[in-house]
């Protein structure tokens, strides 16, 4: 992983897109940069507990949502129905979670944690805590305020052009 220093302004890697003036191209590579810098503190974090990171967001979502259908966790994690079959029996044969059939519907599987699985998703709160603590954790509540009524508002424009 190369080690950048971000605690020195650099000058934006976007300019020159045209129609964009200086001010929104800064903006905008600062928001990449933090994105890009959330990603790599939390690949880090999870490197560091052997998690692998796929089957993190694979591990919350079953774990909000027990009993899950297979399409259901490919659209909430926004991926392929094989990709997700792939870490699906990945984790099954770490034994992290097991399948069950639906009593109602015996076409449908149901995903549900094991108890490792949950051993697991603890360690994963714990880590995702730290992260929270060590970043947005630092802010001033108005500035957390302030970020995230900003993010709220980036979020509905984006969500405009979906």
Not at 4 to 30: M, Y
Not at 112 to 136: P, Q
Request: net charge neutral; hydrophobic share 45%; aromatic share 10%.
């Amino acid at each position: 992983m190369c080690k950048i220093r971000w605690d020195k302004a650099p000058e934006p890697i976007f300019h020159d897109i045209p129609g964009i003036d200086e001010q929104t191209a800064v903006l905008f590579h600062n928001f990449f940069r933090a994105i890009r810098l959330y990603h790599q503190l939390m690949f880090k974090l999870m490197s560091e507990k052997d998690f692998y990171p796929g089957q993190t967001a694979c591990l919350l979502v079953i774990a909000n949502y027990p009993g899950i259908t297979q399409r259901e966790l490919a659209d909430k994690l926004c991926k392929a129905a094989p990709t997700v079959a792939v870490m699906l029996r990945k984790m099954e044969e770490a034994d992290l979670i097991v399948r069950k059939y639906d009593e109602q519907d015996r076409r449908l599987i149901r995903i549900f944690l094991t108890d490792k699985g949950k051993e697991l998703y603890d360690e994963l709160n714990a880590v995702l805590a730290h992260l929270i603590r060590s970043t947005f954790g630092k802010m001033s509540p108005q500035d957390q305020a302030r970020l995230s009524n900003l993010l709220e508002l980036f979020c509905r424009f984006a969500t405009e052009e979906l």
